[in-house]
């Protein structure tokens, strides 16, 4: 059974950073995305990465800012988020695919983790 379980959401203000994990059990060592999704707003792809860490992906609101990263050993991915912008509230989602290559569309993610809160906001 597969199953992903994310952490490390709350509230921060603006500027402030958090990191969000992602522990997947059950279906590891494929490409692993964060998304988000504020409301009203459709599902966006946040960053993706290979299963060996070297290849990385970003949405451009967040280039320079998130970095997403992975500890195959510990089946973890992880997103630190830097200077956080009230733009950037939304409830985050990790997922993975049966694919080694990343992909941008939530529709291409066979597996979904719960979602945590990240709010930015004084």
């Known amino acids: 059974q597969v199953q992903l379980v994310e952490s490390g959401g709350g509230l921060v203000q603006p500027g402030g950073s958090l990191r969000l994990s992602c522990t997947v059990s059950g279906f590891t060592h494929y490409a692993m995305g964060w998304f988000r999704q504020a409301p009203g707003k459709e599902r966006e792809g946040v960053a993706c990465?290979?299963?060996?860490?070297?290849?990385?992906y970003y949405l451009d609101s967040v280039k320079g800012r998130f970095t997403i990263s992975r500890d195959n050993a510990k089946n973890t991915v992880y997103l630190q988020m830097n200077s956080l912008k009230p733009e950037d509230t939304a409830e985050y989602y990790c997922a993975t695919r049966l694919d080694y290559n990343c992909a941008g569309y939530a529709r291409d993610y066979d597996h979904w983790g719960q979602g945590t809160q990240v709010t930015a906001s004084s």
């Open positions: 990465i290979n299963p060996g860490g070297g290849i990385t």
